[in-house]
T-cell receptor, first 113, second 108 residues
Framework: EAGVTQSPTHLIKTRGQQATLRCSPISGHTSVYWYQQALGLGLQFLLWYDEGEERNRGNFPPRFSGRQFPNYSSELNVNALELEDSALYLC????????????FGSGTRLTVV | KNEVEQSPQNLTAQEGEFITINCSYSVGISALHWLQQHPGGGIVSLFMLSSGKKKHGRLIATINIQEKHSSLHITASHPRDSAVYICAVEASGSRLTFGEGTQLTVNP
C-alpha cells in the first residue's frame, strides 16, 4: 500500500510568488492535514480537510489556503510568499485521527529567496 | 508557557542504554501521540495513547492522564534510534499541538 505522497520534494520560489504543494493520502483516508515546520521551530498545525471541506485552521494568515479534491488528495497554496514561509511542509492523512492515528508524508521543503 | 513541554531537549546515550523522554501538557486531551522524525524530515507515528501503556518492540509509551504526563522509553538503544522524538497532543478539532522535540543521539 502506498503511503502518503507529497510533491514536489523541494521547491524554490521568489518572494511575492505563489507556491502550490500537493498531497495524496493513503487509500481509504478521507482526512488530510497540513503542518508547517519552520527552521528551528516546532511543527505547527495549518489546515485540516475532510470530505472536501475545510474543518479547522491554525493561526496562519489567509494567504495560506488549500482545498481537497473528490479523490481526497489536497493542495496547499501559499500566496504572496515571504522569506519566513521557508519551511518543511508536512501532510498527514487519517481515516479517523482520533481512533486510528495519522500517517505522515515525507514533506515538501519550500525555500523562499 | 507552551501547551506541550518535552524534556530533555537533547539526549546523548551509549548503545545499549535505557532512554526516557518526557512530555507534559497543560490542556485536556483526547489522545497523545509520539512521533519520530529522521534527518530529511519524514515523520513516523510511533504511538497513539489515551490511557495506560503501549509497547512496540523496544519502545514503550506510558501516559498518566491525571498528572498530564507521558513518557517514551527505549530499551537497549541502538544508533539507528537516533532521531528527533516529538510528543503531540490532540485536544479538539483533530488538531495536533506539538512539543519542541527531543534530539536523541545514540553512539556506538
Amino acid at each position: 500500500e502506498a503511503g502518503v505522497t507529497q510533491s514536489p520534494t523541494h521547491l524554490i520560489k521568489t518572494r511575492g510568488q505563489q507556491a502550490t504543494l500537493r498531497c495524496s493520502p493513503i487509500s481509504g483516508h478521507t482526512s488530510v492535514y497540513w503542518y508547517q515546520q519552520a527552521l528551528g521551530l516546532g511543527l505547527q498545525f495549518l489546515l485540516w480537510y475532510d470530505e472536501g471541506e475545510e474543518r479547522n485552521r491554525g493561526n496562519f494568515p489567509p494567504r495560506f489556503s488549500g482545498r481537497q479534491f473528490p479523490n481526497y488528495s489536497s493542495e496547499l497554496n501559499v500566496n504572496a510568499l515571504e522569506l519566513e514561509d521557508s519551511a518543511l511542509y508536512l501532510c498527514a492523512s487519517s481515516q479517523d485521527g482520533r481512533n486510528y492515528g495519522y500517517t505522515f508524508g515525507s514533506g515538501t521543503r519550500l525555500t523562499v529567496v | 508557557k507552551n501547551e506541550v513541554e518535552q524534556s530533555p531537549q537533547n539526549l546523548t546515550a551509549q548503545e545499549g542504554e535505557f532512554i526516557t523522554i518526557n512530555c507534559s501538557y497543560s490542556v485536556g486531551i483526547s489522545a497523545l501521540h509520539w512521533l519520530q522524525q529522521h534527518p530529511g524530515g519524514g515523520i513516523v507515528s510511533l504511538f497513539m495513547l489515551s490511557s495506560g501503556k503501549k509497547k512496540h518492540g523496544r519502545l514503550i509509551a506510558t501516559i498518566n492522564i491525571q498528572e498530564k504526563h507521558s513518557s517514551l522509553h527505549i530499551t537497549a538503544s541502538h544508533p539507528r534510534d537516533s532521531a528527533v522524538y516529538i510528543c503531540a497532543v490532540e485536544a479538539s478539532g483533530s488538531r495536533l499541538t506539538f512539543g519542541e522535540g527531543t534530539q536523541l543521539t545514540v553512539n556506538p
